[in-house]
């Protein structure tokens, strides 16, 4: 079964350092990977997803993330944090091939408080 | 704003009542889901349509659970004689799949649920 695991509750960066968001993923054949973060009392934003090509996915805000097969990870970065990244982010990947509904399967999400 | 829409934000109802939902999708999105979240949890899948036609329906939506898209926009989720473990918060995306193609979903900002 496709499945994705987020093994950070929470992550603690200060405000202008690195910051990595964990993510690896268990599914059959190629993953289709996601990246969203949900702010208080809002819905899911898209951020960048992997479908083929580039191993180095960049997205919105800055983020990009690295997928890496032998690993079977796809962890969300950012080379300098800013407070207002402080939200729930979730990686996802898409159901299995032969599931023609293409729906996602969520991670329990990771929270990311970047302190000033 | 052309981004998928909710309505309402917040429901509270009383334990046995029904409440209807509904989802406005970005317009030329042909395809809609519905997920439900928990609190501390990923958004899990409930049912998925395709334009006017509903293809999967997760084991998570009971019989007390129904959900249309009449004429392939709008969509309304019912949930009849409401649990007090119905309580979540239920996302709407909507996504647009040419050809073989495949887009991300864009989630709207979701309708809380509880019941007391």
């Known amino acids: 079964a496709q499945s994705v695991a987020q093994p950070e509750d929470q992550v603690n960066v200060a405000e202008g350092n690195p910051l990595t968001v964990k993510c690896t993923y268990s599914v059959s054949g190629n993953p289709y990977l996601f990246w969203y973060v949900q702010y208080p009392n809002r819905g899911l934003q898209f951020l960048l997803k992997?479908?083929?090509?580039?191993?180095l996915v960049k997205g919105s805000y800055g983020f990009e993330a690295e997928f890496n097969k032998s690993q079977t990870s796809f962890h969300l970065k950012k080379p300098s944090a800013l407070v207002s990244d402080s939200a729930l982010y979730f990686c996802a990947v898409r159901g299995k091939r032969m599931d023609s509904s293409y729906k996602l399967i969520f991670g329990s999400g990771t929270r990311l408080l970047v302190r000033p | 704003d052309t981004g998928v829409s909710q309505n309402p934000r917040h429901k509270i109802t009383k334990r046995g009542q029904n409440v209807t939902f509904r989802c406005d999708p970005i317009s030329e999105h042909n395809r809609l889901y519905w997920y439900r979240q928990t609190l501390g949890q990923g958004p899990e899948f409930l049912t998925y349509?395709?334009?006017?036609?509903?293809?999967?329906k997760s084991r998570l939506l009971s019989d007390r659970f129904s959900a249309e898209r009449p004429k392939g926009s709008f969509s309304t989720l019912e949930i009849q004689r409401t649990e007090q473990g119905d309580s979540a918060m239920y996302l709407c995306?909507?996504?647009?799949?040419?050809?073989?193609?495949?887009?991300?979903?864009?989630f709207g900002p979701g309708t809380r649920l509880t019941v007391t």
């Open positions: 995306a909507s996504s647009l799949t040419t050809g073989g193609a495949y887009h991300e979903q864009y």
């Open positions: 992997y479908i083929t090509g580039d191993n």
């Open positions: 349509f395709q334009n006017e036609a509903q293809l999967e």
